[in-house]
């Protein structure tokens, strides 16, 4: 099973005006602007059918995943501004800000109207926040 992977977006083009970053190609159902303060932990969830994509603007977190059949085959991953991480579907995740950070979470199912509490169930992949509103997956 693959869990997340990470890979470092550079400039796809620069000039004197500036750089052009191409972060995604795909179809997205939703596009989200975060920010989280150090110390803190996003996630802790999984999604049954949402393939997500987190960006990381400025910051840095840890990036954690595992199977949601093996809670103890967890990976590790340090994220740096420019990295994009992938997260498929049925890997349980969560995020560690080490630092006040911001990024872009793009998915690729609608959120709208409770389908992201349809398609999201909590897990806890590492001590810290886990969404009350959310059913409680397999663990």
Known sequence: MELETVRHIDPAFVDA???????????????????SK?????????????LQYIYL??????????????PDDVLKIDVKP???????PLVAHAQ???EDSVFLAFSTRLREEGKYEDDTLAFPVIQG?????????KS
């Not at 603007?57 to 093996?70: F, K, L, Q, T």
């Open 17 to 35: 005006r500036g750089e052009i970053h191409n972060l995604f190609e795909g179809q997205i159902g939703h596009v989200a602007l975060i920010t």
């Open 38 to 50: 150090k110390g803190s932990v996003r996630a802790n969830h999984y999604h049954k059918q949402d």
């Open 57 to 70: 603007v400025s910051g840095a977190y840890e990036s954690y995943s595992c199977p949601i059949e093996d």
């Open 82 to 88: 420019g990295d994009i991480v992938k997260t498929p």
């Open 96 to 98: 560690k800000f080490t």
């Open 129 to 137: 926040y886990l969404n009350k509103v959310l059913k409680l997956g």
